[in-house]
């Protein structure tokens, strides 16, 4: 019954935000762009203008013969030249027009740089303004066609944050990973990170479906309340049956709740933080090793692998890696367990990997 409940409250909005136009989101998904300077965008917008300029002007001369000027005298090159500009720059014909080649020549090199100048000045912003919201509608359009088995990131607060980075450091392509919040700081901190960002709250299934969970690999859920992690959890297996679903928790006693909503791992942030705390006091270099242990871009760094057919027969315990556990059939088993003195293919080991060599 509650849960059928809280099923109908995450269905109460009627319109789906995945089904709006895409010109409709460009407010709640933002994809990472990379930044150019204005003069560089200026440099742009004149090579494209003489671009233009000079095609006019090779398409006028090649048709010369069929134009002639007030003085009924053929067109040369740089008559093609002066009637392509001042048809570009709109300037028209008026009752003071240029007749000698020296006239026509200044009003190429002086009076048109400063019409497109003022031009630029004018209708800039404008222009760029449209120009970056189509520029967004059809990125958001081609991420959503494309995005498949990537990773969401819900919550960017310390936890999501390093994650994202931890991921990023393991050599996960920053373009492959989706954060969810609400909080707009929040997301320019993980856009200028690159990664992909939707604006909303996980806990409304539609939201969650805008940054595409029924395709994810994984969901990560880093909320800092255990109550809403327990909901999001819940969303995204609903949306996402098939996902893995990494979820953290504040307190041992809601583990269980996370488990029951479909995570498949869960982390007690307190708890864990405590033990480590704790063997400080004792014996703090073991916290610089799981420090180190647990970045992956530096020093040493826990990774999984595939067992060789060569490695197969063989004990994990007697491996050139540092085996510290063997994934057999989803299910983590120590080393020295009895069941798996002899690898199987198929099993997955648990090793201290070295990300300097591998570099």
């Given at each position: 019954?509650?849960?059928?409940?809280?099923?109908?409250?995450?269905?109460?909005?009627?319109?789906?935000l995945?089904d709006?136009?895409?010109?409709?989101?460009?407010?709640?998904?933002?994809?990472?762009?990379?930044?150019?300077s204005p003069?560089r965008?200026?440099?742009?917008?004149?090579?494209?203008?003489?671009?233009?300029?000079?095609?006019?002007?090779?398409?006028?001369?090649?048709d010369?013969?069929?134009?002639?000027?007030?003085?009924?005298?053929?067109?040369?090159?740089l008559?093609?030249?002066?009637?392509?500009?001042?048809?570009?720059?709109?300037?028209g014909?008026g009752?003071?027009?240029?007749?000698?080649?020296?006239?026509?020549?200044?009003?190429?090199?002086?009076?048109?740089?400063?019409?497109?100048?003022?031009?630029?000045?004018?209708?800039?912003?404008?222009?760029?303004?449209?120009?970056t919201q189509?520029?967004?509608?059809y990125q958001?359009?081609?991420?959503?066609n494309r995005?498949?088995?990537?990773?969401?990131?819900?919550?960017?607060?310390?936890?999501?944050?390093?994650?994202?980075?931890a991921?990023?450091?393991?050599?996960?392509?920053?373009?492959d990973?989706?954060?969810?919040?609400?909080?707009?700081a929040?997301?320019?901190?993980?856009?200028s990170?690159?990664l992909v960002?939707?604006?909303?709250?996980?806990?409304?299934?539609?939201?969650?479906?805008?940054?595409?969970?029924?395709?994810?690999?994984?969901?990560?859920?880093?909320?800092?309340?255990?109550?809403?992690?327990?909901?999001?959890?819940l969303?995204?297996?609903?949306?996402?049956?098939?996902?893995k679903?990494?979820?953290?928790?504040?307190?041992?006693?809601?583990?269980?709740?996370?488990?029951?909503?479909?995570?498949?791992?869960?982390?007690?942030?307190?708890?864990?933080?405590?033990?480590?705390?704790?063997i400080?006091?004792q014996?703090?270099?073991?916290?610089?090793?799981?420090?180190?242990?647990?970045?992956?871009?530096?020093?040493?760094?826990?990774?999984?692998?595939e067992?060789?057919?060569?490695?197969?027969?063989?004990s994990?315990?007697?491996?050139s890696d540092?085996?510290?556990?063997?994934?057999?059939?989803?299910?983590l088993?120590?080393?020295?367990?009895?069941?798996?003195?002899?690898?199987?293919?198929?099993?997955r080991l648990?090793?201290?990997?070295?990300?300097?060599?591998?570099?």
């Amino acid at each position: 019954m509650a849960e059928g409940a809280l099923r109908r409250r995450l269905r109460r909005f009627d319109q789906s935000l995945a089904d709006l136009p895409v010109h409709a989101l460009t407010d709640r998904v933002q994809i990472p762009t990379t930044m150019v300077s204005p003069s560089r965008r200026i440099t742009v917008r004149v090579v494209y203008a003489l671009a233009a300029l000079f095609a006019a002007v090779f398409i006028v001369y090649f048709d010369r013969d069929g134009y002639r000027d007030a003085q009924d005298n053929p067109l040369s090159f740089l008559d093609c030249l002066y009637y392509a500009t001042v048809s570009l720059s709109t300037t028209g014909y008026g009752d003071i027009t240029p007749i000698t080649p020296s006239a026509r020549l200044v009003n190429v090199l002086v009076i048109t740089p400063l019409r497109v100048a003022f031009l630029i000045v004018l209708i800039g912003t404008t222009v760029e303004t449209l120009t970056t919201q189509s520029r967004q509608v059809y990125q958001i359009q081609r991420w959503r066609n494309r995005v498949r088995n990537h990773i969401i990131i819900v919550g960017y607060g310390t936890k999501g944050r390093t994650a994202a980075a931890a991921m990023v450091g393991d050599e996960v392509a920053p373009a492959d990973i989706v954060v969810v919040d609400e909080d707009v700081a929040a997301l320019e901190r993980a856009k200028s990170a690159g990664l992909v960002t939707v604006r909303g709250s996980a806990t409304d299934s539609e939201v969650l479906r805008l940054a595409s969970a029924q395709h994810a690999k994984s969901i990560i859920v880093a909320t800092n309340r255990d109550d809403t992690a327990v909901l999001v959890t819940l969303t995204a297996r609903e949306l996402a049956p098939n996902a893995k679903i990494i979820a953290a928790v504040r307190e041992a006693e809601n583990q269980h709740l996370l488990k029951q909503s479909g995570a498949d791992s869960t982390v007690v942030t307190s708890e864990t933080a405590g033990r480590l705390l704790g063997i400080a006091v004792q014996t703090p270099s073991v916290v610089e090793v799981m420090e180190d242990l647990l970045t992956p871009d530096a020093g040493f760094a826990i990774a999984e692998r595939e067992v060789t057919p060569k490695e197969a027969g063989g004990s994990p315990r007697h491996q050139s890696d540092i085996v510290l556990g063997v994934v057999r059939n989803g299910k983590l088993i120590r080393v020295d367990e009895p069941e798996v003195d002899a690898l199987e293919l198929g099993d997955r080991l648990l090793y201290i990997r070295s990300a300097d060599a591998e570099r």
